[in-house]
């Protein structure tokens, strides 16, 4: 099992030329569609996990802040 989280304004930074974008695009897409895979996109919102690091487990998110750190449960 394989998690990922993207950084939604990742989907809009060019790297590359435009051809390059839309194989990569199309990878993104080919490997969400399997099943072992989860892949999630976080909003590009205020929120406190964009000023973060964090590690994603299977059980838990730790995130380390400049104010704080600490992990949370994913179930």
């Not at 989280?5 to 080919?30: F, N």
């Not at 998110?61 to 750190?69: I, K, Y």
């Amino acid at each position: 099992m394989v998690s990922y989280v993207l950084d939604q304004s990742a989907l809009y930074r060019l790297v590359g030329s435009p051809e390059i974008m839309k194989r990569s695009y199309g990878h993104v897409l080919d490997v969400s569609v399997r099943p072992n895979v989860v892949f999630q996109v976080m909003p590009e919102v205020a929120h406190d996990a964009l000023a973060a690091n964090y590690v994603l487990a299977t059980i838990a998110v730790w995130s380390e802040h400049t104010v704080s750190g600490g992990y949370t449960p994913t179930r």
